[in-house]
């Protein structure tokens, strides 16, 4: 640790546990516009705090739900499945822990491709939640069951629940941070005239900060997509992977059998150099060979 990475832990005292709740929100928008070294370094600072002998057991949880969150933001599961693990360990977590950071399990279920498991616990969730009147934990929930939905139409009214809740309410983060996976729903939302306004401006801010990371990131990434790196039927198939559709799904809108799409699905793995999902759509996103 440097010398002032020191001084800052040493100045922290009884101010840790505060730091440990502003770092994440502050890093989340860093990230958002696509200042991954500056969002980085914030997290490391709550690293610091959470680490303070002054902070409580519960901060240390939700210090770990923070974790989770920035890197399933990242695209970086292997960390996320780490720091859930560590989240696990917090036996009585149900009762030190603010009810906005329960369904961080449930997320990283999505973030595995494990939808029927978070499907579950959302529930169990979204019946406490209600119970407590926690109308902006409620959003939540309903924007992660939109994305653990097993059908397209069954998502579709889950967004709109949560769209004609948060409207009124101005939340935009709570959609926005899912941007990626919730856009292509919202259009159909929109499509359909439902909180238009709300739906439009939600829209603008996802487009407006995907733009701020392509411009970010063009810095460092190929200034042409590489050709020949995946096959026709392989994009076709990593464009479905993108928008969240799972091996059995891409199996039967293409007709062909699920070993013939896991196959596909592995191949583009390798030729990426992707561990998962998530990481295989970052570094597509990164190549510009999808949106």
Same mark, same amino acid.
């Given at each position: 640790m440097?010398? $002032?990475?020191?001084?800052?832990f @040493?100045v ?11 770092? %994440? @929100?502050?890093?989340?928008? =860093? /990230?958002a516009t696509?200042?991954?070294?500056? +969002?980085?370094s ?7 705090a959470?680490?303070?002998p002054?902070v @409580?057991?519960?901060? $240390? ?8 969150? %920035?890197?399933? !933001?990242q695209?970086? /599961? ?21 009810i906005?950071f329960?369904?961080?399990?449930? $997320?990283l ?5 494990q ?6 616990q959302?529930?169990?969730?979204y019946?406490k939640?209600?119970?407590a ?6 959003i939540?929930?309903r ?10 139409e069954?998502?579709?009214? %889950?967004?709109?629940e949560a769209?004609?809740?948060?409207g009124?309410?101005g939340?935009i983060?709570?959609?926005?941070d899912?941007? $990626? =996976? ?7 939302v ?9 739906? @439009?401006?939600?829209l ?13 990131s ?10 020949g790196?995946l096959s026709?039927?392989?994009?076709e198939?990593? !464009?479905?992977?993108?928008?969240g559709?799972?091996? !059995?799904e891409?199996?039967?809108? =293409? ?16 030729? =990426? ?6 990481? +295989? ?11």
């Amino acid at each position: 640790m440097s010398g $002032r990475l020191t001084a800052e832990f @040493s100045v922290l005292g009884g101010q840790a546990e505060a730091q440990t709740w502003s770092c %994440f @929100s502050r890093a989340q928008v =860093l /990230l958002a516009t696509g200042d991954v070294a500056g +969002a980085a370094s914030l997290m490391e600072q709550q690293d610091q705090a959470a680490n303070h002998p002054t902070v @409580s057991k519960g901060a $240390r949880a939700m210090h770990a739900a923070n974790r989770v969150m %920035f890197a399933i !933001r990242q695209g970086d /599961l292997a960390a996320a499945v780490e720091w859930g693990s560590r989240l696990a360990e917090y036996d009585e977590l149900n009762d030190i822990m603010d009810i906005r950071f329960h369904c961080v399990p449930s $997320r990283l279920l999505i973030a595995l491709g494990q939808k029927t498991a978070a499907m579950k616990q959302l529930q169990d969730f979204y019946q406490k939640a209600n119970q407590a009147g926690a109308q902006g934990v409620i959003i939540k929930i309903r924007v992660y069951q939109t994305l653990a939905a097993a059908t397209p139409e069954e998502a579709l009214d %889950f967004l709109s629940e949560a769209l004609k809740m948060g409207g009124p309410a101005g939340y935009i983060r709570t959609f926005v941070d899912e941007g $990626r =996976l919730l856009a292509p729903l919202l259009h159909k939302v929109l499509s359909q005239g439902i909180t238009p306004e709300y739906t @439009s401006k939600l829209l603008n801010i996802i487009e407006d900060e995907e733009r701020q990371r392509t411009a970010a990131s063009s810095k460092t990434a190929p200034s042409v997509p590489p050709t020949g790196l995946l096959s026709e039927r392989e994009l076709e198939i990593l !464009r479905m992977v993108a928008a969240g559709e799972s091996n !059995r799904e891409i199996a039967a809108k =293409l007709i062909i059998a699920l070993g013939t799409a896991k196959t596909h699905v592995h191949r583009i793995f390798e030729k =990426l150099n992707a561990k998962d999902r998530l990481q +295989a759509v970052t570094r597509a996103r990164e190549l510009r060979l999808v949106q």
